[in-house]
Structures are given as C-alpha cells and as structure tokens.
C-alpha cells in the first residue's frame, strides 16, 4: 500500500507548516512570530505574549486591554468544579488533577466546545488563559489542605495566581513584585517551542476534530513525562540526590556517562538545540539574581553550576553538543519563590497553555490539515491459524 518511511520519534519529519515559532538549533536561536525570545522575555508580558502567539501580532494598548478584561471575567471556576478536587487524593500530583480539571472543562463549559465555530474556539481561548492559573492554584491548595480563594481581578495575571497559590481568604497577600516580573518571564520563555511532544500532541487529539479543552488536557499528560516538561521537577531530584550523597559532581557524571540505568543528567540534552538553550542562559541569569534577592543562599545552586562546568569541557558532553536546556535552572528559582517540587510542571503547563492554543488554532485555520495518522512499518506475524485453547 504506498512506500512509507520509518522515522522514529518523528527525528527528521514535519508534521505541519507553522508560522508561530522560529528554533535555529545549531545557533540557538528562538524566535516567537519573529521576535528574539530575548527581546520578549526582557521587555514584555506574558499575557502580551500570548497574544502575539495566539493572533500573530504583539497588541496595541486598546487590544491589550480588551484582551485582559476578557480574560478576568472568566477567571471563576465553576462552584461544581471546585467539588471535583475532593475527588483525588490529597498526595496526588497535581498534573494529573490539572489535567483531569481541564479536561472537565469540557464537561462544564459545553458553549464553548465546536472547533468549527471561530467565536466558540475564542470562548475556550479565554476561558482557558483564565482557568488554568485558578485550576493549578486549587490543585496546589487541595494538595496542602487550605482553602480555595477567589480570584482578585485588580491584580495581574501572575499576580493572581502567585495570590491563590500562597494566600489564605482573611489575610492580606503582598505580593512580591520581583518574584511577579520573574514569573512572568519564566512564563514568557516556556510560551512555544514549535512541534515539542506536548505541542505535537494537543495537533494530534485536535485533528480529530476534539474539541480545545480535550485537545490541551493530551497536551498537559504529554508534558508530564520527565523526558519533556516534567525535567524540571527531575533535575531538582537529582541535585537533591547529588547533595545527599555528599555533593560529588564528578562521581555522578562518572554514572551518567557509563550510562547506569536510569541515570542522565536531567535539564540537559535537547532534540534541536545542538548548542546552548538560548532560553537556558536568561534562566541562569535570573537563577542568580531571584536566589540573591530572595536570600536563599541555595547549595544546589552551587551543584548545579559545578554539573555544568564538568559537562561543558567533558568530551562525552561535547561530542553529543549536550547542553543545559530551559529546565536546568527553573526548579531553582520556583523553590526559591516557595513552590512545592511536585508544582514545577504545573507552571510549565501554565506558561506553554498559549503555545498550545496557537498550534491548535493554525491547524483549524490551515486548510492542508488532515487527521493525524502515521503510518508503521509492520513487524509481525504474516498469517497463522487460530489454535483452539484445548490445543494450546
Ligand atoms: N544525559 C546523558 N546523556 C544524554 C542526555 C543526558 N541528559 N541526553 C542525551 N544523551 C545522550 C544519549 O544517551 C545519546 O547517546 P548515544 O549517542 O551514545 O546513544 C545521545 O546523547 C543523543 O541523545 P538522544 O537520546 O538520542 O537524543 P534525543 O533527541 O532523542 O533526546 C532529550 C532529547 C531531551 C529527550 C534527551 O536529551 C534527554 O533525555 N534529556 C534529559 C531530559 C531533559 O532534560 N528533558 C527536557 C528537554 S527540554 C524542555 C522540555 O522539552 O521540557
């Protein structure tokens, strides 16, 4: 039936034209919808990014504001949907339970659910850049038994959400501007990153023509998998793990590149970038300056400088151009900031949604789209007959 090629894990294949995000992984060049990754993550915002992702230009003021009113009227979860957390167990991760949440939407939110209906995929659009901050603040709260707090809509975006994770309903809650703008940064560098496995993934479930919700529920499971977003949460086990056995660096990357079962150097490598992570350097930076700020004077800090620098000049390192990617840094800088390991995806989750979004919405809108259907090369069997289960 055809010539069909083998390309596993999708090494050398496009899945789809795409006009959102630009990667040179030999240079380390990132660009969203054009603009230097740099550039966004040193002057905008993450609700202004993505938009840009989203409706393919940055907003005039007007657009900006409109675009932000929109989304604090949807900010409210359902009061029904709050009971849905009652359901999990209390030391449950929170990306299934987030996941779970969104998927709910579905169910809750049925207005909003047909992908051939541009003002209902704009419903979902805003209700999800509302929700998700809500829904990852109340699966945090369950998971540490506090009450869940309304949302405060005088606040910003990440403001609100830093207010529903760590406040409680009769205090008042300063937030920190710093650890607000570097939040917002960090959202901003995790936006998009073109056909990842989780991008790849809310394509797949939404070529069936599943509606956006369902689509970003596959996305936040693929996203989970400690290959993809949940290193974030694995490096810092492993700098833990390092600094329980007495912070030997040298020793652990002696296990890495003998390739003892299970051990890589998590929060390095990465499928495109063959040089640095260009957004790896802006979170080093900031590692820095939020752990002085915060005057969390971290010892893993230390390892984790101390696994670079013996990556960098080790040659097992240099020949596969091994770098450390974006989430070598940012479980340092969220602990800092009072996050819980176990919610380190979840903010990975928080600030690739608009990504997500984009990649479903240019694939409703690109007329070459088909279902997503690889083909496989067949390795089994030809034909046998059926052995009666006497015989067997
Ligand atoms: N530690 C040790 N060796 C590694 C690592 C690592 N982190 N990453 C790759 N290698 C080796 C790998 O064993 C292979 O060696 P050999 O040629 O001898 O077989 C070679 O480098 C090429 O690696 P690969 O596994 O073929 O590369 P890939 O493109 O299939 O995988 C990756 C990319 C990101 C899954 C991988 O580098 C990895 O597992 N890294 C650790 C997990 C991680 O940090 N993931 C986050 C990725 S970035 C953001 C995100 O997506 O969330």
Known sequence: TGYVTLDSGFVNTASCSSAITYIDGDQGILRYRGYPIDQLAGKSTFLEVSYLLIYGELPTQAQLDDFTTRIQRHTLLHEDLKRFFDGFPRNAHPMPVVSSAVNA????????????????????????????????????????????????????????????????????????????????????????????????????????????????????????????????????????????????????????????????????????????????????????????????????????KGLEEVALSDDYFIERKLYPNVDFYTGLIYRAMGFPTRMFTVLFALGRLPGWIAHWREMHEDPATKIGRPRQIYTGYTERNFVDLSAR
């Not at 992908?115 to 999800?128: F, G, H, K, N, Y």
């Not at 496995?197 to 529920?217: E, M, P, Y």
């Open 105 to 304: 939407l579905s169910a809750y939110y049925q207005d909003s659910l047909d992908p051939s209906d541009p003002e209902q995929v704009e419903l979902a659009t805003i209700r999800l850049l509302a929700k998700l901050p809500t829904i990852a603040a109340y699966a945090y709260k369950k998971s540490v038994g506090q009450p869940f707090l309304y949302p405060d809509n005088s606040l910003s975006l990440v403001e609100n959400f830093l207010r529903m994770t760590f406040g409680f309903p009769a205090e008042p809650y300063e937030v920190d501007p710093e650890v607000a703008k570097a939040l917002d940064m960090l959202l901003i560098l995790h936006a998009d990153h073109e056909q990842n496995c989780s991008t790849s993934t809310v394509r797949l479930v939404g070529s069936s023509n599943a509606n956006l919700f369902t689509s970003i529920s596959g996305g936040i499971n693929a996203l989970w998998g400690p290959l993809h977003g949940g290193a974030n949460q694995a490096v810092l086990e492993m700098l833990d793990e390092i600094k329980a056995q007495g912070g030997d660096t040298k020793d652990f990357m002696k296990r890495v590149k003998n390739k003892e079962a299970g051990v890589k150097l998590m929060g390095f490598g990465h499928r495109v970038y063959k040089n640095y992570d260009p957004r790896a350097a802006i979170v080093k930076k900031t590692a820095d300056q939020v752990l002085a700020k915060l005057g969390a004077n971290d010892e893993l800090l230390d390892i984790a």
